[in-house]
């Protein structure tokens, strides 16, 4: 393996990857808690915590008992280095990138952040305004929100369909205690991962956490309880009408776990349909028609579920003739695609993996969520072999079992719910 891994009595899990070529490391401290954890439906209601996950994300960084908000910054500022946070549906991650000598500084300030926030009155009240701004930007944005949308159609309101920044009921409800609570319940070693990459040395590490996050064993606190998904959505359709110059639709089926075994052959097949310039919906879509700017295809992931969609942006009058070709693409894939396809997709992954992890922060990121996630721990080369194993017959039997599913269609743009019953037939 390219790393090591050491689990800490604290409950605390360390993973490191050595790179001794660079000047560098970054460190991530990876909380498995994300929008999926949270409890209500967003409306602001007693024991409705949508949108903590990311709330507190921003509280971490105005002051704990030791520093104030500008310490942290100035912090990191005096040795050059880089600090920032991001949460997820599965989990929030706090990072920074150093020079190798001042990693000690990168966890000192980490460790504080995690286990000492003071969660201050003012500071939640101030914040509050910041994240909700956020919320207004993602309702502003069509191509975003219709990713939102198709997540929720697909997903059945299942809490991996809630958008992480929460919604503007449950954020400005939202009290002090509440997200305080929050943090006290779920920021615990049992739920923390410290992932680092660079030119460092694994036991040194390994000191420097254990004695910088004891103070994180705080007495009560649990590990979030999840569920899959019940049922999927099928022949379902979303509509959200917005005043727009573009109409933005996914269309798409259920896909697959973050464990599947099936997960390389379908990085292949999403390559085919929608990964890159040679890809069939870019050249069917744009090169061929000109109907889109922007279209492709992705897969969203998680521990016990998953769905793959395609996307595009077109004018509005031209939406219908958009969807047959999108459509028409996910049916033929299967009987169509070809053995050079296949190749040069996988080709495609392939290099875009490598190229992808040529720092010390994309290093960093790969063992954190793997390891956040409890999934399996493969070294590059080992992914890389995954992908070379996966054939023709692999790729059209991954498109056999997902895109022969029921699909669900999200779209954002001048329409209005009386709309529905036209674009049902996309779906059938």
């Excluded at 379902?236 to 997960?263: N, S």
Aim: proline share 3%; hydrophobic share 40%.
């Amino acid at each position: 393996m390219d790393f090591l891994r050491t689990d800490l009595d604290t409950g605390v899990t360390v993973v490191t990857e050595s790179m001794p070529s660079v000047r560098s490391a970054a460190i991530g401290f990876w909380v498995r808690i994300g929008s999926r954890d949270e409890g209500g439906q967003g409306d602001g209601r007693a024991g409705d915590d949508t949108g903590a996950s990311h709330f507190l994300e921003h509280l971490l960084f105005k002051g704990t008992g030791r520093r104030t908000a500008k310490d942290i910054a100035a912090a990191l500022d005096a040795v050059g280095g880089d600090l920032n946070a991001f949460t997820s549906k599965e989990y929030t991650c706090y990072y920074a990138r150093v020079l190798d000598r001042d990693l000690p500084v990168a966890v000192d300030v980490l460790s504080d952040m995690l286990a000492d926030a003071t969660v201050a009155d003012q500071d939640v009240e101030q914040e509050r305004h910041v994240v909700l701004e956020e919320i207004n930007i993602h309702l502003d944005t069509p191509e975003d929100l219709v990713h939102s949308d198709f997540a929720e159609v697909v997903l059945r309101g299942h809490p991996l369909a809630r958008e992480v920044l929460g919604t503007a009921e449950s954020i400005s409800a939202m009290s002090r205690d509440r997200v305080h609570g929050y943090y006290q319940r779920y920021y615990r070693p049992a739920n923390l991962t410290v992932a680092a990459a660079g030119n460092l040395d694994h036991q040194a590490l390994l000191a420097l956490v254990e004695a910088m996050t004891g103070d994180l064993a705080r007495p009560g606190g649990e590990r979030p309880r999840r569920r899959a998904p019940e049922r999927y959505g099928a022949g379902e359709v979303k509509v959200r009408g917005r005043p727009t110059e573009q109409a933005h639709v996914v269309l798409g089926v259920p896909g697959l776990r973050r464990d599947d075994d099936r997960r390389f052959t379908l990085m292949v097949t999403n390559s085919v349909l929608g990964g890159g310039m040679s890809a069939r919906l870019f050249q069917e879509v744009r090169e061929q028609r000109g109907l889109a700017y922007s279209t492709y295809s992705y897969h969203a992931s998680y521990a016990d579920a998953g769905y793959f969609g395609a996307y595009a942006g077109t004018t509005p009058a031209k939406v219908d003739e958009l969807l047959k070709v999108v459509r028409g693409e996910l049916d033929r894939l299967v009987d169509t695609v070809d053995a050079s396809e296949v190749e040069r997709a996988k080709g495609n992954v392939k290099g875009s993996m490598v190229l992808s992890l040529e720092d010390t922060g994309s290093r960093m990121t790969r063992l954190g969520k793997m390891l956040c996630t409890e999934s399996e721990l493969l070294s590059v080369d080992e992914a890389i072999r995954r992908v070379d194993a996966v054939d023709l017959d692999a790729v059209r039997e991954v498109g056999r079992q997902l895109l022969n599913q029921p699909r669900c269609l999200a779209l954002v743009g001048p329409f209005n719910e009386e709309d529905r019953d036209r674009f049902l037939p996309y779906v059938a």
